[in-house]
């Protein structure tokens, strides 16, 4: 019997050319009365002439969605999509996008955040309009809330968030949470771990406190992962003890190693162990709560495509208003993608039927 290969090709067929819908709504007078009645056109035919769903989810899928330049995302679509749109529309699109947003997805996110048991925290700094601001972030492993301003705790509190929560809040150290006492407060481990390696790689033989008290937050952590791998919801009291015991020699130690020393780099170190000192509870949250993580890496990960819009914009914005709407366009693409909804199916959904919104903490079945 004679064999058969076979080879398959997977492609595209060549993108077909704009379709044109003319909608025509009748006007005609009463015979009884004379009033002019006119027909309605349907919903969302709004203008003489527009752009339809297709088109528009396509333009803003490449602008907002994945960062392009306006001018490039336009040659994009008429490359891809034979559909020449104008870069005017396009930028348009993020603003657009964010008016929609304002009245319905943002306050139902801020509500499921705000009855979280755990939510992370992180700001960043862009250029805009010519000066220093933040994009500050909330978020869980499900929802995501950014909003911007300068670095104040008023502003901070300004997100409507941080303020109500009632949980614990994971943050690295950066002073300006500490008036929020409406919540305990967890450090984040990876920041930690950078600074006391900092410490250490200076004068290995003169700071091994620091290499201590990484090893102790590395075997807490340890212990941590195990626990929860072994279904339980906390260490047992021997394991805490061990970890206390740890973290209280590497205290000692930072104190003998830099006893008498008036270098920068003890200064540096004294000041580092006086803040493991001084925040010993929040520093070891993860391990006395197993439901807070030992990093603050969701909230890293939920901010970090502010940096990638900004380098394609040039290193930075040029308006404040820009900043806000990327600020609430990103909050739902972000949050979008957690429940499962990929970018091009949650921008079509805003610019069609109305904004997706979460309606709990976590998808059914998490």
């Known amino acids: 019997m004679a064999a058969v290969r076979r080879r398959q090709v997977f492609d595209l067929p060549e993108p077909a050319p704009v379709e044109v819908t003319e909608y025509a709504a009748e006007v005609k007078p009463c015979p009884g009365c004379g009033i002019r009645a006119a027909g309605a056109f349907p919903t969302g035919i ?214 008498h020393c008036t270098s920068e780099l003890a200064t540096h170190a004294r000041t580092l162990a006086r803040r493991f000192g001084n925040h010993r509870e929040a520093i070891l949250r993860f391990a006395t709560d197993l439901a807070v993580p030992f990093t603050n890496n969701q909230s890293e990960r939920d901010i970090r495509p502010t940096k990638v819009q900004q380098r394609s914009s040039g290193g930075c914005w040029r308006t404040l208003q820009g900043l806000a709407d990327f600020a609430i366009v990103q909050s739902y693409l972000s949050t979008a993608g957690k429940w499962g909804i990929g970018r091009y199916d949650a921008l079509k959904r805003l610019f069609t039927t109305g904004a997706w919104i979460p309606h709990a903490l976590t998808p059914a079945g998490v």
């Open 46 to 259: 709004e203008s003489p002439a527009q752009y339809g769903p297709e088109i528009t989810t396509k333009v803003a899928d490449a602008v907002l969605g994945h960062h392009i330049p306006v001018y490039r995302s336009t040659l994009l679509v008429m490359e891809l999509c034979a559909a020449r749109v104008s870069t005017g529309f396009a930028a348009s699109l993020r603003g657009r996008a964010a008016r929609l947003l304002e009245e319905t997805f943002l306050p139902a996110v801020r509500a499921l955040l705000i009855t979280a048991p755990v939510v992370h925290a992180d700001e960043t700094f862009t250029r805009t309009a010519g000066a220093t601001r933040y994009l500050h972030v909330a978020a869980t492993e499900h929802l995501t809330l950014m909003h911007t301003g300068d670095r104040s705790a008023a502003t901070i509190d300004a997100g409507d968030v941080l303020p109500y929560l009632s949980g614990i809040l994971v943050r690295d150290g950066y002073a300006g949470y500490t008036h929020l006492d409406n919540v305990l407060h967890a450090w984040c481990g990876a920041h930690l771990l950078r600074d006391l390696r900092g410490i250490h790689e200076a004068h290995p033989e003169g700071q091994l406190w620091a290499r201590a008290m990484a090893d102790t937050l590395l075997e807490a952590n340890r212990l941590a992962h195990a626990a929860r791998q072994a279904g339980r919801h906390a260490l047992s009291a021997d394991e805490l003890t061990a970890v206390q015991r740890l973290y209280t020699g590497a205290l000692a130690r930072a104190r003998s190693d830099n006893r």
